[in-house]
């Protein structure tokens, strides 16, 4: 049974890639587009949308929306210009607020 | 904020029911706590390693892209990318982490089914490497969404339950505490009382009949 679709919201350079192994593809240029974009994808049940790093900060409005629920999982991933290092430091935020330290970075 | 209660037995043994559900609750709580952050710190592990693995073949991937970009047109691109050879088939499913609801995927094609959406006509060879690429990344990127909503979503948890342990230990108790001590001594007072005032009586009708 395949019920979860997947996107990805991202500038269209970086993005276009993502279609020919059958994930949908949402390009957006400016935040207030891709918030609204992944509003709407959210509520259409889409499983996982991948975000673009550099698209992700000003989606936060849309990401601490759909916290709270099981599905969608809204992801950083890298573009075209390489990784910023903003899913790691998501990851240790989260390791912080639940353990009260960063335990994985000398590890 | 101080509970508000009057000095009577029933509310005492009403006090000391609720103090003892609130311990039993803490105790559980306490529990919940640390079996959340065991299990927290496997999914964040997990999460880190994941995260590594994806970005650097991610970005391996799209370096390919880039240079398949500048060799070819953007019409040229947007031609052999544009329709999907098949799209792609994910099971989603709820799972129970200690009650709390989180993601489960699967994918559900295969690697070996992977074809490409284009004819290799007028595409290049770093297009092919990328996409690729991509499509051997996908379970990877797929286990790292679960494991990445599974690691926020147990860290919003543990911070709700370590608030509601804490709420429980250092409010809830020693208010409890407070409020049975209180009444304790409200009540051996007025026994006191009592008896001095049957102590007196007895003594003043002692006087009257003699």
């Known amino acids: 049974m395949a019920n979860g679709k997947c996107a990805v919201i991202g500038d269209r350079d970086s993005i276009l890639i993502f279609k020919a192994v059958g994930i949908e593809v949402y390009p957006e240029s400016d935040g207030e587009h891709a918030n609204f974009t992944m509003h709407k994808l959210g509520r259409a049940g889409y499983a996982v949308i991948y975000v673009t790093e550099s698209m992700y900060p000003l989606c936060a409005e849309a990401i601490a929306e759909f916290a709270g629920e099981p599905y969608p999982a809204i992801i950083p991933i890298p573009d075209a210009l390489g990784t910023q290092g903003i899913g790691l430091k998501a990851l240790k935020e989260n390791v912080e607020k639940a353990v009260g330290v960063d335990i994985l970075s000398n590890s | ?36 952050v065991r299990r927290f710190i496997v999914y964040a592990r997990r999460n880190q390693q994941l995260r590594r693995e994806t970005e650097e073949k991610l970005n391996k991937a799209m370096q390919s892209f880039v240079l398949a970009r500048a060799m070819m047109s953007g019409d040229e691109i947007e031609e052999a990318l544009l329709y999907p050879a098949r799209s792609i088939a994910i099971d989603k499913s709820v799972q129970n982490v200690l009650s709390i609801p989180v993601p489960k995927l699967t994918l559900e094609t295969r690697q070996e089914e992977f074809v490409y959406p284009y004819g290799f006509s007028s595409t290049g060879a770093d297009l092919d490497t990328a996409v690729q690429a991509l499509a051997e990344i996908l379970p990877l990127m797929l286990e790292l969404a679960e494991v990445e909503k599974v690691t926020s979503r147990l860290a919003d948890e543990i911070e709700k339950t370590r608030r509601r342990v804490n709420a429980l230990e250092y409010v809830m108790i020693p208010q409890f505490d407070e409020a049975i001590h209180d009444i304790q001594m409200k009540l051996e007072e007025n026994e006191r009382g009592n008896t001095s005032r049957l102590m007196k009586t007895k003594e003043m009708l002692a006087k009257e009949t003699e």
Do not use: C
């Not at chain 2, 509970?3 to 529990?31: C, F, W």
């Open chain 2, 1 to 36: 904020m101080a509970l508000q209660y009057k000095p009577t037995r029933m509310e005492l043994s009403n006090l000391k029911k609720r103090r003892q559900v609130a311990i039993r609750g803490h105790k559980m709580m306490k529990d919940k706590r640390d079996e959340l």
